[in-house]
């Protein structure tokens, strides 16, 4: 294992300086902690929630303060570590996770540390890196043992950015289930519900019914989905209900957050249906649940928030094979380029799926 990789006092990192305001700058490399490491970071991909984020929408709790560095779908290699580090070694390959509960509130006592209580309050130990705490557009930043796993060498680290985007998906669906051979509707075709698709099929479920619209509901079949279902050209629901024989599906995945879909999702269910929530709705946006409806059917709606206990189970599925994550990357830039990086991933610029960016010059 290789003891003697080289870390600068300086690097370069995106930074925000304010609200919607940025640049690639140069800062000093951090000093980790005795449980931290000190990765290099190999491959960021571009989440949905960083351009709210980077465009300061939730400045004042995403982040809390400026200047800041913002992402949290990374993967890189260890360069350094603190005393108290035992496990992982300098040179050891890994993926991140944004989350780090303060490890002893009863939330966090039952794995469920993405709920922590002590929720923004690093005091406590508490870190979610790239929202509350400094993230990964930056060549290098610094981990707690608890929100890294190790990578075997089949994995890349482009793959391995995606953990986070699969980690979430299979969350979901651990909260819910998937029956094997059932039928599964997903609302929304885009990373997460687009990586949804790949898990259900993966856990066993017999057809997936994509719903959205053109060109990505195309890109959905071509990448596995079963059916889809143009919501622009018919009534979705109608549509599935088609599609599924009258019956509906047994499970439902909102992967979209946008307004009115989670009434959609469990009038596509069929009696004892399962509907997760897995896209985040804009702040105020509610919706009017047909009450009698749920309750004569026995619908059962869950809430689901990032990737508890998921990171090592989605490394294996993607070493393995099971889910084939790289087809999703359509767009690679490196760290001076992330401005163009953002403009194709939010103008959806070449038929943008993924977006990644290289840090330190790339595999």
Not at 86 to 96: L, P, T, Y
Not at 169 to 189: D, F, R, W, Y
Request: charged share 20%; glycine share 12%; aromatic share 6%.
């Amino acid at each position: 294992m290789d003891k003697t990789i080289l870390i600068p006092e300086v690097m370069r990192a995106m930074v925000l300086t304010g609200a919607g305001e940025w640049e690639v700058k140069d800062v000093v490399v951090p000093i980790p902690e005795d449980e931290e490491v000190l990765c290099r970071i190999d491959a960021i991909a571009i989440c949905g929630s960083d351009p709210e984020i980077i465009h300061g929408g939730l400045a004042g709790v995403w982040p809390p303060n400026y200047p800041f560095i913002a992402g949290h779908e990374w993967a890189g290699t260890v360069v350094a570590k603190g005393s108290k580090v035992f496990d992982i070694e300098v040179g050891d390959r890994v993926a991140g996770e944004a989350h780090k509960g303060c490890g002893y509130c009863i939330n966090c006592l039952k794995g469920r540390y993405t709920l922590c209580l002590n929720y923004g309050n690093p005091e406590t130990g508490h870190r979610h890196y790239g929202f509350t705490s400094q993230g990964a557009y930056a060549q290098y930043n610094t981990y707690h043992i608890k929100s890294v796993t190790k990578i075997p060498k089949e994995v890349s680290f482009e793959e391995a950015a995606m953990c986070d985007t699969a980690g979430v998906a299979l969350h979901g669906l651990e909260l819910s289930g998937v029956l094997p051979g059932s039928t599964v509707a997903i609302i929304g075709p885009g990373p997460i519900g687009i990586m949804a698709m790949k898990l259900a099929k993966a856990m066993g479920a017999g057809k997936v019914i994509m719903v959205g619209r053109m060109p990505r509901i195309e890109t959905a079949l071509e990448l596995g989905a079963d059916e889809a279902v143009d919501f622009s050209k018919c009534d979705p629901v109608e549509k599935v209900r088609e599609l599924t024989g009258g019956l509906g599906v047994s499970l439902a995945l909102e992967c979209s957050g946008a307004s009115g879909t989670i009434v959609q999702a469990l009038k596509m269910c069929g009696k004892g249906g399962k509907v997760v929530m897995l896209g985040v709705a804009k702040d105020g946006v509610t919706e009017e649940i047909p009450l009698k409806y749920t309750t004569h059917n026995e619908l059962t709606l869950f809430g689901s928030r990032a990737n508890p206990d998921v990171s090592q189970k989605v490394i294996n599925m993607i070493a393995s094979g099971r889910i084939e994550v790289k087809d999703m990357v359509t767009h690679t830039f490196s760290l001076e380029e992330t401005k163009k990086a953002f403009e194709t991933f939010e103008k959806r610029l070449g038929g943008a799926m993924k977006v990644i960016i290289y840090p330190n010059g790339g595999e």
